[in-house]
């Protein structure tokens, strides 16, 4: 019961973004620097790290990261074109799991692998920047959320 109550509502805001920014979809430029270098705060890289994007196209995103404790990759589904200076509404599938260092110091992560469903926004500056944050449910045995704040430069 708490999973449909869990998936409504995710359903809903989901909706409600899509209502409020489609006004501006279809007066944005199209983002053509196809690389991105972020600073990251949780998610694929763990606690903080480093993330590697790509745009593969107009709507989907590949990512790679490395962080203090973990190591993650994941695919971000754009519904619409991602543009600039606007802000775009993704979604995805990410993975993460501990890193060799975490390994070898037997560092205990019982959360290891990891998959999470993110559901967020980026801001794309005309200048390069990005701004993405994420919030989503894991699907790692019992239901946990997880976040990803993430800071970087498009070239």
Avoid: C
Avoid at 37 to 49: A, D, E, F, K, N
Avoid at 132 to 145: E, F, Q, T, Y
Wanted: no cysteine; aromatic share 12%.
């Amino acid at each position: 019961k708490d999973q449909m109550k869990l998936k409504n509502s995710i359903l809903f805001s989901s909706y409600i973004i899509y209502l409020f920014f489609l006004n501006h979809l279809n007066a944005q430029d199209l983002i053509t620097e196809k690389n991105t270098i972020s600073l990251s705060i949780l998610g694929t890289s763990s606690y903080v790290g480093v993330t590697y994007e790509r745009m593969i196209t107009d709507e989907l995103v590949g990512e790679l990261g490395i962080g203090l404790l973990s190591v993650g990759l994941g695919g971000t589904f754009y519904p619409w074109k991602i543009k600039e200076n606007h802000i775009n509404f993704y979604t995805g599938l990410k993975y993460r799991s501990r890193n060799i260092i975490t390994k070898v110091f037997l560092i205990d992560e019982k959360k290891d692998p990891v998959f999470y469903i993110p559901i967020g926004l980026n801001y794309s500056a005309s200048e390069g920047m990005n701004l993405a944050l994420d919030v989503g449910p894991s699907l790692h045995g019992s239901m946990s959320i997880f976040a990803n704040l993430r800071v970087g430069f498009r070239f």
